[in-house]
T-cell receptor, first 111, second 115 residues
Framework: QKEVEQNSGPLSVPEGAIASLNCTYS??????FFWYRQYSGKSPELIMS????GDKEDGRFTAQLNKASQYVSLLIRDSQPSDSATYLC???????????FGAGTRLAVHP | GAVVSQHPSWVICKSGTSVKIECRSL??????MFWYRQFPKQSLMLMAT?????????EQGVEKDKFLINHASLTLSTLTVTSAHPEDSSFYIC???????????FGQGTRLTVV
């Protein structure tokens, strides 16, 4: 059974701080990894994708991938209250666009 | 980004009836679409892979006779929940990609409530 594991949280951080979200995956064959943000009652929204070991930065977001450790993380700098949502980690299996999701980490950014 | 549209966004139906949910790729063709289900406070669970012009591939534990998938064109996949029961109440979401092996774009989701 291919699995993606996340700490469900909630993760609470003050406004302006760095939020660190972590994820591990079981399928060594996975080649693509994604972070989605989901607001309550809404569909997931893609935040970051990462395919190679190392860091990938996009604005306030940095994704990190370590395939040897089967570990993916997302850092959110200068966290804002509007970042409060559930963050879903997903691994691509059988092609980049077939996704296995983690349970999600609920992030709360308080003013 | 690419646009994927789902319809309806919400539906309430009586127990024992069937409900059809549509997933359309509006500005690209998709040979493959995926259907997910999400129960409250849980993550998205992949239900099936919808393949244009051929049978859908279902994940383990998903009843193919209950969740009928039709992918008759390159821009439309439908999911029909047959003989719906209250335990089928969930948030159903589809995804598609404009090109093989690129990021998936999600529809808005369909909130199904069976009473």
């Amino acid at each position: 059974q291919k699995e993606v594991e996340q700490n469900s949280g909630p993760l609470s951080v003050p406004e302006g701080a760095i939020a660190s979200l972590n994820c591990t995956y079981s399928d060594r064959g996975s080649q693509s990894f994604f972070w989605y943000r989901q607001y309550s009652g809404k569909s997931p929204e893609l935040i970051m994708s990462i395919y190679s070991n190392g860091d990938k930065e996009d604005g306030r977001f940095t994704a990190q991938l370590n395939k040897a450790s089967q570990y993916v993380s997302l850092l959110i700098r200068d966290s804002q209250p509007s970042d409060s949502a559930t963050y879903l980690c997903a691994a691509g299996t059988g092609g980049y666009n077939k996704l296995i999701f983690g349970a999600g980490t609920r992030l709360a950014v308080h003013p | 980004g690419a646009v994927v549209s789902q319809h309806p966004s919400w539906v309430i139906c009586k127990s024992g009836t069937s409900v059809k949910i549509e997933c359309r790729s509006l500005d690209f063709q998709a040979t493959t679409m995926f259907w997910y289900r999400q129960f409250p406070k849980q993550s998205l669970m992949l239900m099936a892979t919808s393949n244009e012009g051929s049978k859908a591939t279902y994940e383990q534990g998903v009843e193919k006779d209950k969740f009928l998938i039709n992918h008759a064109s390159l821009t439309l996949s439908t999911l029909t929940v047959t003989s719906a029961h209250p335990e089928d109440s969930s948030f159903y979401i589809c995804s598609a990609s404009p090109i093989e092996n690129t990021e998936a774009f999600f529809g808005q989701g369909t909130r199904l409530t069976v009473v």
